[in-house]
């Protein structure tokens, strides 16, 4: 149904989970244009205005992925055989990202875009980085590789967090010296920090940062090894002008840290802290390999931890310390980083099966905590604090997971959330509405025709000789 502005819509949820609240059953829930207006639990179907569609299953608010690197997807499958490190995995990555253009781009971001919305994604956290053409030139807009990622979200009915990243170096040396740009990585380079910024600024932000009703303007420090201290200001000064959200990869290896303390002394979040990067406002992505002093500067400054398990268990990352984190202060959020697999279900479970593989205990977070990872707590860190929750007022965003699978067959009420976070997957999603429009009904994307076809047709090109 397309969107009228200002249109009532209604819809009546067999069970829904309330951030806050809890779940309930007989959820009349009522909007105008983008925004939630009233939400009545414990109506009976029939006391229903006529025209409120029925939502059978478990309906949640929008599922937020923190964390997208669109391009990444390309990838999957192609990367699973034989042996390998983080470090292999990212030559193989630089290959596929040296052959993207902007339009080879945007129908591949499309395509990811409407696998997200089948699962149940309404906000995409869009790691970007890969600026510029073959060798580094600008192109005549510098920012068409950006405004492809936009127009994609736009296409596949998703809102996006355009998180512009500052990469200027190829890394540090295990003794801590600077490794130059090599290959593809010239394409991530505005030179310094100051051309960053300026491009950035040419993406033509409100005084709100938004670009657009569905797109945001975020930043990100790729991550200590590729922007040095003195040139994170700029990236730390954009941040604040615009109110925008401040990404960056932390401590992913073992050996970031090592290179790191190599170089400057310090570990990376302490370095990060010394920037003024650390702060309400920002996430620190994949946050695994952590001192207790990291855990408590990130805590106390209520800097939020976004953790990608699936990625970070695929690139043999290790598992971060998530309890740890939020114990200390640090809202969680979560994405689907490589897009090994795209289910944002599967992480918020992964964040407590790690914790029990590690620890050895069960239960460190309930289901209502990973649950408010994926929405809550994403789409703030995305700069939405008005998405995620089901109540008057928020963009009106609505997952419904069919109960009715295999996977999901007799799941009770009194646990029904527990069912899905532990047991649900993506491929149980039925109807997405993402800022009060019909996205996905039935399980079919609305305006992506054949999402598997267009995955098909975009990752073809970039693989192979
Ligand atoms: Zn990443």
């Known amino acids: 149904m397309p969107l009228t502005p200002g249109a009532p819509r209604r819809w009546h949820a067999e069970l829904a989970w309330l951030p806050g609240r809890g779940v309930y059953s007989g959820v009349l829930i009522e909007a105008s244009?983008?925004?939630?207006?009233?939400?009545?639990?414990?109506?009976?179907p029939g006391d229903c205005p006529p025209g409120t569609v029925a939502l059978p299953g478990f309906t949640l608010p929008g599922l937020a992925n923190a964390h997208s690197h669109a391009f990444h997807r390309a990838l999957r499958g192609a990367v699973q055989a034989g042996p390998g490190t983080f470090w292999t995995w990212r030559e193989r990555m630089y290959q596929v990202a040296g052959r993207l253009r902007p339009d080879s781009y945007l129908a591949l971001a499309r395509a990811v875009y409407a696998?997200?919305?089948?699962?149940?994604?309404?906000c995409v956290g869009e790691f970007h980085y890969l600026h510029h053409d073959a060798g580094g030139a600008r192109y005549a807009d510098p920012n068409q590789m950006g405004r492809a990622l936009i127009e994609a979200a736009a296409q596949a009915g998703l809102r996006i967090t355009l998180l512009d990243a500052c990469y200027l170096r190829g890394g540090l040396a295990a003794d801590g010296s600077a490794v130059g740009l090599s290959g593809a990585q010239a394409r991530f380079s505005d030179g310094d920090g100051a051309r960053w910024a300026e491009r950035a600024s040419g993406l033509g932000p409100d005084e709100h940062g938004m670009l657009g009703p569905h797109a945001r303007a975020g930043v990100a420090i790729h991550s200590v090894r590729a922007v040095p201290p003195d040139q994170m200001r700029p990236v730390v000064a954009w941040s604040h002008a615009f109110g925008a959200p401040l990404h960056a990869h932390l401590s992913e290896q073992p050996a970031e840290n090592q290179a790191c303390l190599a170089a400057y002394g310090v570990t990376p979040a302490r370095l990060l802290d010394q920037a003024g990067a650390l702060g309400p406002r920002s996430t620190m992505v994949h946050a695994t390999h952590l001192t207790g002093d990291d855990i408590a500067l990130l805590g106390g400054s209520r800097t939020v931890a976004c953790f990608c398990p699936t990625t970070e268990a695929d690139l043999a990352d290790g598992i971060g310390p998530a309890r740890a984190l939020a114990d200390a202060g640090s809202p969680l959020s979560l994405g689907s980083d490589s897009h090994a697999v795209i289910d944002l279900l599967a992480e918020a479970r992964l964040v407590e099966l790690g914790e029990r593989l590690a620890s050895g205990r069960r239960g460190s977070f309930r289901a209502a905590e990973l649950a408010t990872a994926a929405t809550v707590a994403g789409h703030a860190c995305l700069g939405w604090p008005e998405a995620g929750e089901i109540a008057p007022g928020a963009l009106a965003d609505l997952v419904t997971v069919a109960l009715d699978t295999p996977r999901l067959a007799g799941t009770q009420a009194a646990s029904a959330l527990e069912s899905v976070i532990?047991?649900?997957?993506a491929a149980d999603v039925r109807n997405v509405?993402?800022?009060?429009?019909?996205?996905?009904?039935?399980?079919?994307?609305?305006?992506?025709?054949?999402?598997?076809?267009?995955?098909?047709?975009?990752?073809?090109?970039?693989?192979?000789?």
């Open 33 to 44: 244009g983008r925004h939630f207006t009233a939400v009545t639990p414990g109506v009976a």
């Open 115 to 122: 696998e997200m919305a089948l699962a149940g994604v309404t």
């Open 422 to 425: 532990f047991a649900g997957s």
């Open 433 to 465: 509405v993402i800022s009060g429009r019909d996205v996905v009904a039935g399980g079919r994307h609305l305006l992506v025709d054949d999402v598997p076809g267009a995955l098909d047709a975009a990752i073809a090109p970039l693989l192979g000789p």
